[in-house]
């Protein structure tokens, strides 16, 4: 089971080191939507099958094509930011929403 999830952890980091560093102003915006949206479903998909591992991984992997494609939060506008900020914090309610619900039926299981 272990080297299944190190299998699965190698697979899954590769892509993201095995990119390119582009620099900032060479990245397509339209390339980038799309790939967030992209994460941004495999991260919803990885929480819902209560993968939170890969969606972790995911939100690392997302948080790095966030930083590459729209430079340093430094330049980013404030409304951007709150935006962001907004949107990660509705996925980490979705997610420990999950993580209780999962909870509530472990401890109703009968042992």
């Known amino acids: 089971m272990k080297a299944w999830l190190l299998t699965v952890a190698?697979?899954?980091a590769t892509p993201a080191f095995a990119q390119p560093?582009?620099?900032?102003?060479?990245v397509d915006g339209a390339s980038c939507?799309?790939?967030e949206a992209a994460l941004e479903r495999d991260m919803d998909l990885a929480r819902s099958r209560g993968q939170m591992l890969r969606r972790r991984q995911l939100a690392e992997t997302l948080a790095a094509l966030r930083t590459r494609c729209q430079g340093a939060p430094s330049s980013q506008s404030?409304?951007?930011?709150?935006?962001?900020?907004?949107h990660d914090i509705r996925l980490l309610r979705a997610?420990?929403?999950?993580?209780?619900?999962?909870?509530r039926e472990l401890k109703n299981e009968r042992p």
């Not at 404030?78 to 907004?86: C, P, S």
């Open 10 to 12: 190698l697979s899954l």
């Open 78 to 86: 404030r409304a951007v930011r709150i935006d962001k900020l907004e």
């Open 21 to 26: 560093a582009e620099p900032v102003n060479q």
């Open 33 to 35: 939507q799309a790939e």
């Open 95 to 103: 997610e420990l929403e999950h993580a209780e619900e999962q909870l």
